[in-house]
DNA sequence: CATAATGTTCAATTTATACTGAACATATCA
DNA sequence: TGATATGTTCAGTATAAATTGAACATTATG
């Protein structure tokens, strides 16, 4: 099929479906539509694509799909590859589950992990500095939190190791 | 202490910071802020708080605090409690992590995996009826959906396994 | 060096989502 | 029964988040 038509053309049916699925993974993820988007018509695609293979056939804007794929990247969802004699940047998706889970579960759970780590270890520290005659009932809660947190830390390494390769 | 002056004092730091962690937890969850500061006050609260304690101490609305409680039910987050001569309903944090795990689980993520099933069974039809060159490298995709989507499943029970009691 | 190609950034805008509050339903009480 | 207390619903509004698009970097090319 040639190349420059197959890249022009309308997005068939199946591919429509496709991205919609990763729209609304991307949603119960937390992630702008517009990343959905990319990365299901990147794993749809047949070949490698560009900032602007994307932008076009997606109809969004050149700053949200500049953004999308910089996501995309940063817990590796895709992968530059690339193409000899052209400037641009092409992308293909990663399809290894255990590689973007692993990526996901690094930049964008254990920011807020450690966040909640922080912040328990101020609310001991308030508690401490205080005279009052339910410390041992507070107390108590502090401690459910920080098991909770420990469970946490514990069960993230473990859920990737069950999802496997 | 006095029932009514406990009641109705201003929040002290260690129940904001509580509160604010809970926000951010509701935040990584996907749930309105509104569900995270419910949850924070009862969870620290240290006797059962009605729909107006709520609504006063964290100064939402009617509405907000009724929409959150359910929400908070809904999953098993928060249990209700008999208050003897007294007509309002009041609620108490839940604290086992098993139970909430589940009940998010089943009421939040269940629901998606299977919207996403109906989905990858909608595309599988598609390809059945359709006559491309490179059907077999969208077969391979599409068995690539369901091999996630299998794992997903398996996954999502061991996880609350792990979590434990 | 000037021009073109590519990608990034960010202020302004749009869109999606949560929140508000008044009207409503329901139950209890005098 | 009418008045009061409690909780829910939902149309309208406010808020937060994503998207746009134009200006800006950066790098390559003639």
């Known amino acids: 099929?040639?190349?420059?038509?197959?890249k022009g053309r309308v997005l068939p049916d199946m591919?429509?479906?496709?991205?919609?699925?990763?729209?609304?993974?991307?949603?119960?993820?937390?992630?702008p539509r517009s990343v959905g988007e990319i990365y299901g018509l990147l794993f749809i695609s047949s070949d490698p694509l560009c900032l602007d293979d994307c932008r076009i056939r997606l109809n969004i804007s050149k700053g949200s799909t500049s953004q999308g794929l910089k996501i995309l990247r940063s817990f590796g969802a895709i992968r530059t590859v690339y193409i000899p004699g052209d400037r641009k940047d092409y992308y293909v998706a990663e399809t290894s589950l255990r590689k973007m889970a692993s990526g996901f579960a690094s930049e964008q759970i254990l920011p807020?992990?450690?966040?909640?780590?922080?912040?328990?270890?101020?609310?001991q520290g308030l508690l401490d500095q205080q005279e009052s005659d339910d410390k041992e009932t507070l107390?108590?809660?502090?401690?459910?939190?920080?098991?909770?947190?420990?469970?946490?830390?514990?069960?993230?390494?473990?859920?990737?190791?069950?999802?496997g390769s």
Chains 1, 2 share one sequence.
């Not at 807020?112 to 609310?123: K, P, Q």
Request: hydrophobic residues 45%; aromatic residues 4%.
């Open 112 to 123: 807020h992990v450690h966040n909640g780590e922080d912040r328990i270890g101020r609310i």
């Open 15 to 31: 591919e429509r479906e496709v991205i919609e699925l990763f729209i609304r993974m991307a949603d119960v993820l937390n992630l």
């Open 139 to 163: 107390q108590e809660k502090i401690d459910l939190l920080k098991n909770w947190q420990k469970r946490a830390g514990k069960t993230l390494p473990l859920i990737l190791k069950l999802i």
């Open 1 to 6: 099929m040639n190349q420059v038509l197959k």
